[in-house]
């Protein structure tokens, strides 16, 4: 009996792989390997023969084309294997809630962790769904076993039916997306492919293909140290100024708190420090790249007047590029947005075209040379105990994909 899609989930996020965010070593956790390991082995008991799980985690297969189209592009599908480290992803233990009947889910482990349709609206779409949720003390990791299910299904029906008639497929896993850090050792020699999705989406109908573009900013304030009891005059606190800067950014815009949409945002993610000198780190983003400088100057005014008031005082001021918005690079090859939603339209499903308040592996990708928009998966409440996901918005992801590669391999 083959596995279902269903099947393959729920031994996947029974597999712990955590990411550590305050490891230096790749992968950030080894046990994402033990993952890795298995999607190799399973790969290569369906007949891959060049199924490879490279020394920092990453499985490369590719399904071979079945298609008389010789300039069919290779296309790669992605997922992530690690899971997200602010939530427990230790003995996961995943509960299927047959044909969901649109009542609150009570996690077993934790009778406070409710998920609700108040708090999660998309449930209520869901009824008569089969609903999977974790049992109350850890994350599901339906990010991003969702997308590793549904990948390593599509593998399964493209080598059994040969109906499907598909360019060359490459199937990439990685690990530590969540610490940002899922491409660092990713080869794209080896991967060579010229198209790519990631399968890291939420709600049924979700395709992206925007992504914020990010910096980040590091601000010195160097103050002037001093003898405490005779510093009269003397003495400028660099935690003083720094408390000072960050108390002089706006409030009620221009921050995560207070933006939603396309509004973009400055965050102060640190601070640290002492009299001499403090350290103010922040994150910037918006959609539009040329707003980011925009922002930088912004901050740069706002740290040169807290310092003019504190004559002696100086700062340096450090901008550190971290991701463009893939649309940049996916505006140059719409065909590849458009041949998702025209997959899902054939699979019978409402494309619902979204933009990502962040960055997935996918910004990263595009502008390494895989133009890679993003796909639903089902994947909800994700970084959470109430984590969920829907086996038929699984299920319509694989029938999407099936679409999908059908559509390239027309392409010339
Ligand atoms: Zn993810």
Redesign the pocket.
Known sequence: MPYTVEERFLKYVQIDTSADPNSTTFPSSSKQKDLSKLLADELRSLGIIDVEMDQWGYVYATIPSNSANENAPTICFCS?IDT?PDCSGTNVKPIVHRKYNGNDIVLPDDNKQIISTTNHPYLKEKIGDDIITASGKTLLGA??KA?VAIIMDLAYQLIHRSDIKHGPIRILFTPD??VGRGVEQLDMKKLNAHYGYTL?GGPLGDIEDESFSADAVKITFNGISAHPGYAKNKMINAIKIAADFVNALPKDEWCPEKTEGREGFVHPTSIDGNLESATVQLIIRDHLTTKLAEYESKLERIANTIVANNPGATFTFEVTEQYRNMKEVLSKVPFVTEYAIQAMERAGIQPRPAIIRGG?DGSRLSFMGLPCPNIFTG?MG?HSKQEYVSVQDMQKAVDTLVELVQIWEKHT
Do not use: L, R
Request: proline letters at 0%; aromatic letters at 0%.
């Open positions: 992530h997200a990010d991003d997308g997306e969540e890291d997935t994947e994700i």
